[in-house]
């Protein structure tokens, strides 16, 4: 069945090193997304792709980036690990048709940066 | 106005009840809601998407007022399987495929 995964599942790391949280999906949506879900925020969106080689910043993008290199992933970069950005982190993809469509979301990746 | 905007709750609710939450949003050219469900510690799911005309999905009812700006989630005979946060999600005209707004949720617990 097609799906869409993140890893790790969990993460602990320091203040300050570079992180990279993996996300595929095996939907063939070329639409894909990162958020971070935070107490009392909700879900914020950081990055977004339209389809290979497309990256496109969301409300939250300072110090994070993304690349898109093939259809089926779309890896989030902490350039440098802060405890702010300590979160949940999500995945999803949705397919062509822009914000009509429904997105699918990932398991997740709970961070904490120390 | 905030773009989406839920009451956060808790709800308790005792199962069997019927209980419905309310959603606002700002922006009146808005074109796709949906009601996303999250259990504690998961994914978002896609609970429902709201048409203008109302849809029903066995006990789950989803109704858009476009006058008042609001959509509403009514859940029939409550499970307590149904405790979970519920999201409404809005998209933002023009905003492409990102354009999509998260409500903070609103907490369901179905008690015994």
């Known amino acids: 069945d097609a799906e869409i995964t993140q890893s790790p599942r969990h993460k602990i790391t320091e203040t300050g090193r570079q992180v990279t949280l993996a996300c595929h999906q095996t939907?063939?949506?070329?639409?894909m997304f990162w958020y971070r879900q935070d107490l009392g925020h909700g879900l914020r969106l950081i990055h977004y792709?339209?389809?290979?080689?497309?990256?496109n910043k969301g409300e939250v993008s300072d110090g994070y980036s993304v690349s898109r290199s093939n259809t089926e992933d779309l890896p989030l970069t902490l350039e440098s690990a802060a405890s702010s950005q300590t979160s949940v982190y999500f995945c999803?993809?949705?397919?062509?048709?822009?914000?009509?469509?429904?997105?699918?979301f990932g398991p997740g990746t709970r961070l904490t940066v120390l | 106005r905030k773009e989406v905007e839920q009451d956060p709750g808790p709800f308790n609710v005792p199962e069997g009840a019927t209980v419905a939450f309310n959603c606002t949003y700002s922006?009146?050219?808005?074109?796709?809601f949906f009601w996303y469900r999250q259990d504690c510690r998961k994914e978002p799911k896609l609970l429902m998407s709201?048409?203008?005309s109302g849809n029903e999905d066995g006990r789950f009812t989803a109704q858009l007022n476009r006058a008042s700006q609001y959509i509403s989630l009514l859940i029939r005979d409550s499970k307590l399987s149904d405790s979970a946060t519920y999201l409404c999600?809005?998209?933002?005209?023009?905003?492409?495929?990102?354009?999509?707004?998260f409500g903070k949720g609103t907490h369901l617990i179905i008690q015994p």
């Open positions: 922006n009146s050219a808005s074109q796709s």
């Open positions: 999600v809005v998209n933002r005209p023009g905003g492409g495929a990102d354009g999509l707004t």
């Open positions: 939907w063939n949506h070329n639409n």
């Open positions: 792709s339209y389809g290979v080689q497309d990256t």
């Open positions: 709201v048409y203008s």
């Open positions: 999803a993809s949705s397919p062509n048709g822009g914000s009509y469509n429904e997105q699918f």
